[in-house]
């Protein structure tokens, strides 16, 4: 039932704590949305309209630039090779965390905190200083120019903050969770497999969404891991409309867009665990 | 069914010494509580009979063979969690079939036990829900049916009404005790609460401070405490105690009153000691004077507390006693319902 205010002219004109909410949420959002839109319209536009009028419509619709991506075979070969080295990315990063970040919470052994302490300081780690020592170690191990070569480095880089997250969410869930289903003849691998898994699909979604983009994103790492272009991931990709004079940029800025597609998907997939995840608290025993 | 035997049980935290020498003896189909204040180690027992900790020193039986060294899941034992550690992403009948599948039974058979205990908890209709779409009441007794599909030898109860509000306490009290007649399981039930204790057991084992401080039948404990640990710990309200010495064939308490000693008491003349007197035994129009200080009435009985020498002394009468704060009332008590504990050792004198 609708309640009317009891007197309408006591009601507040304005609910300025409301607006002042909406004015946040909308700079915020223009702040995200401006260089994603700036970047799919200056797709569309000529090189030469695209240096007079960056941020505007394009004066001409260049959809050509899009299909010839698209038609072309190196875009999905782009997208192939990262697709791939992305999805086994996840795949490692969650396997190794889950089982790492499970161990931590619910098993007692020594030195346990010591290696915790010594994962966390992953987490300091710059990329940037590793790479020649990751390069001589890959080298040595034979991966160079593999994608495995490039897959392991980015799990491993992942891991400290995922067991980081999925140890906090372990630790919170219920004590008596992990008694009850000993008693009712769990080891620790099935109490992983049938209560702790499902009960932590919010933070397998966000700890995955995190990965994912990380290694969807990474530049540095396939650049010097990767030789030949038949494995390069779409960020090397882009090198393709550079030349040593000229950058097709408005070829470039067609490109990304392309390439953020499947990003967005992956996210509007995994979005509603990672909303479920903030508003989780519900596991009560 | 089972007989559980503990033996010399001993557990250590460290340097700290929680569980000190326990022997309890439980018998095939009966039905014992652990009962105590927080901290005296009932909840860690449990969990040690359980499998959940680990046993410092001693033995473990459980259906005559030793168990200290076997996991939970050797144990055949079910145990229910005092804040029912039901698994949230399981619905009622997953939650209660889990034991059975991990187990791999057929499934018809898993439904068909599932359905039984469901029937027999009057949880049929739910079987479908999720535990956070039940009642606090409603997920207590999916607790219990998880543990009684399992068909286990022994059941566990680790204070498994304490987040129950009191009418649903009650109620669920009744339901444990009724499926206990029911099913014959030798039952293990950890309380802080003595009216559970009493009302539920078959025997009583009350601990303090990680020791047993007495194990006895409900009314034998009322009746015979063996310290004033006991004394005061079972029963409501809790038993006077007065300090003081024999004199001339009489207690005489530090607080002026004096008291008919019980015929069974072995005392000596001078030996100081504690005396106490429970206030539902206390009668109006004995000799010992005390001033009201409080009187609450409660239609069926009336409590009042009292002042005796600076001591507050409480009294519960079945009778309607119009007394007012300052009165003076003269009081007595039965002393063969009395009890007399060594002052040094608290032990039953």
């Given amino acids: 039932m609708q309640s009317e205010p009891l007197d309408p002219g006591l009601r507040k004109p304005w609910n300025f704590v409301l607006l002042y909410k909406y004015l946040v949420l909308g700079f915020v959002t223009l702040l995200i949305i ?45 997208m192939g090779n990262s697709m791939l080295i992305s999805a086994i990315s996840v795949f490692v990063t969650l396997l190794c965390s889950t089982l790492a970040a499970f161990t931590f919470a619910h098993v007692k052994f020594f030195g346990k905190e010591f290696i915790v302490g010594y994962l966390m300081v992953g987490l300091l780690f710059p990329v940037a200083t590793a790479i020649l020592p990751l390069f001589v170690k890959v080298r040595d191990m034979g991966l160079l120019n593999t994608y495995w070569g490039v897959i392991l480095p980015t799990s491993a880089f992942s891991l400290g903050m995922s067991i980081l997250l999925m140890r906090n969410m372990f630790e919170k869930l219920p004590r008596e969770l992990l008694s009850a289903a000993l008693v009712d003849g769990c080891g620790y691998i099935r109490f992983f497999w049938h209560i702790t898994l499902p009960l932590s699909r919010p933070i397998l979604a966000t700890v995955g969404i995190i990965a994912f983009v990380a290694s ?34 408005h070829l470039i800025l067609a490109f990304v867009t392309l390439t953020v597609i499947p990003a967005i998907v992956v996210f509007l997939a995994t979005q509603k665990y990672i909303v479920a995840g903030l508003t989780a608290g519900a596991v009560k025993g | 069914m089972a007989t559980v035997e503990i033996t010399n049980i001993e557990k250590y935290y460290g340097g700290y010494h929680a569980l000190n020498d326990i022997n309890v003896d439980i018998a095939d189909g009966e039905f014992v509580v652990l009962v105590g204040p927080s901290g005296c180690g009932k909840s860690t027992l449990l969990q040690m009979i359980a499998g959940l900790e680990t046993i410092t020193g001693g033995e ?21 969690f005092q804040n029912y550690a039901l698994y949230p992403h399981m619905t009622v009948g997953q939650n209660m079939g889990f034991s059975l599948r991990i187990r791999r039974d057929p499934a018809d058979e898993i ?13 049929d209709q739910l079987l479908d829900r999720f535990p956070r779409e039940l009642s606090g009441g409603q997920r207590q007794r999916v607790a219990m049916g998880r543990a009684i599909v399992r068909e286990p030898q022994v059941f566990l109860f680790d204070e498994p009404l304490s987040n129950l509000d009191a009418k649903l306490r009650l109620s669920m009290r009744t339901e444990i005790k009724e499926l206990h007649q029911r099913l014959k399981t030798t039952t293990i039930y950890v309380t802080h609460d003595q009216d559970e204790a009493m009302t539920m057991a078959d025997r009583i084992v009350v601990m303090n401070t990680g020791v047993v401080s007495q194990i006895g039948a409900p009314l034998d404990l009322y009746d015979r405490p063996a310290n004033t640990f006991v004394a005061g710990f079972i029963g409501s309200p809790a038993m006077n105690f007065m300090d003081g010495t024999i004199q001339g064939g009489k207690f005489q308490a530090a607080n002026g009153s004096s008291w008919a000693l019980p015929s069974d008491a072995k005392v000596t003349e001078g030996q100081r000691c504690t005396f106490g007197v429970r206030p539902e035994f206390v009668e109006a129009g004995g000799d010992v004077a005390a001033k009201v200080i409080v009187t609450e009435p409660t239609g069926s009985e009336t409590q009042i507390v009292a002042d005796m020498g600076g001591e507050h002394f409480t009294c519960l009468f079945n009778e309607r006693i119009a007394a007012q704060p300052g009165d003076t009332l003269k009081i007595g008590a039965d002393p063969e319902k009395c009890h007399v504990f060594d002052i040094e050792t608290g032990l039953r004198l």
């Fill in chain 2, 60 to 80: 473990l039986r459980i259906g005559g063979d030793v168990v200290n060294y076997l996991p939970p899941k050797q144990r055949d034992i079910a145990m229910v």
């Fill in chain 1, 216 to 249: 969807w994103n990474q530049y540095v790492l396939p650049l010097i891991l990767l030789n030949s272009e038949e494995r390069y991931p779409w960020p090397l990709g882009i090198m393709e409309y550079q030349g040593e004079f000229t950058t097709d940029w």
């Fill in chain 1, 34 to 78: 401006a260089p994603l839109i700036t970047t799919a319209l200056g797709g569309f536009k000529s090189a030469a309209d695209l240096r007079t009028n960056p941020f505007g419509l394009p004066t001409v619709w260049h959809w050509n630039q899009y299909t010839d991506i698209l038609l072309g075979i190196d875009y999905w070969r782009y």
């Fill in chain 2, 111 to 123: 439904k068909a036990k599932v359905e039984r205990a469901a029937k027999i908890l009057n949880l």
